[in-house]
């Protein structure tokens, strides 16, 4: 068994953060998945940038598409969504050996609608319908008008992946969201127990930003113990009505930027049932040569709390710090996916 593939059993999903032609039509996703145990894709405007940008597969097809589609946010569409549809073909088995649990593919709406629910909401229910796969996900921004969209598409039956959540309040607020959509549901005697969601929080960013503040000691433990109190409080959160799914914690961003720590740390130290960690290809090549895989999400609960007592003591307001984080966030897939329409122009 690969070292990937060993954290399977223990109840975590390994999603790969990243999707190409090139990766589908090689075949080297289908050998991850056969080989690491992968359980899904997610995708966004950056990755999608440098795809394209890069895989002349997309090259080829770019000039196809010139004289198909004249609007250059339909063109992309064109070009990517069978993509993402063959992934969601290539991970339904894995979709239905789970039940519906595992085995999906994200796509995310449009940066520009970050602050537009009604906007948001439209799009997502378009690209479900577009997509047609039932292991589809669309990713939805954590912001004000993300809650709002989020919400209306579980109650429309749509999977969504929460994308851009950094702090204890943004995750509150999303996992409101779902319940609320879940409720909405319920009450209108409409199924649940095929919904789906994940819940993104973006670990290695918070270390990156708080890093520099901190004394040595407290350096690099900040967005572990952030995660770690998030799966308790998760753990001890009132059931779903009906026979509706919980929303899964999914750890993002879990790439090393700093190359002090150890470069599978954020891997390493999220590991626990009912939870997804999405990777890039790099962190998963170096999991694979020397990761450890072994139960770590729950541990050092005395730890985690003194660690969050530190910063707060520091003046240090996680909530504050998660939008200073989320709007980098915003602005950095809106230039990615303004370059991304300049390069199918």
Known sequence: MSRIA????????????????????SGELARWIADDAIAGVTSNPAIFYNAIRTDARYQAAIGELRNVAVDPE????????????????????CHERSGGRAGFVSFEVAPALAHDA??????????WAEIA?????????????GLTAIADAIADGINVNVTLIFSPAQLAGVQAA?????????????PVAHIASVASVFISRLDALLDPKLPPALQGKSAIAMARRAYAESLAAAPLPGDAPAQMLLWASTSTKNAAYRDVIYVEQLIGAG??????????????????AAATLGDDAEGTETQLAALAALGIDLDAVGETLQQAGLQQFAEAFDKLLDLVR
């Open 178 to 190: 779902y319940r609320t959509g879940i409720e909405r549901r319920v009450a209108a005697g409409l």
């Open 74 to 93: 339909k063109r992309f569409e064109m070009l990517v969504l069978p993509d993402i549809q063959a992934a969601c073909d290539l991970f339904r088995p």
């Open 118 to 127: 009604a906007g948001t909401l439209a799009a997502a229910q378009r690209l």
């Open 6 to 25: 060993a954290i399977a059993p223990l109840g975590q999903q390994i999603w790969l953060d990243n999707l190409s032609r090139e990766l589908l039509a």
């Open 133 to 145: 796969r039932p292991n589809a996900m669309i990713k939805i921004p954590a912001t004000a008008a």
């Open 275 to 292: 939870t997804v960690n999405t990777v890039p290809d790099a962190t998963l090549a170096a999991f694979r040569d020397h990761g450890e």
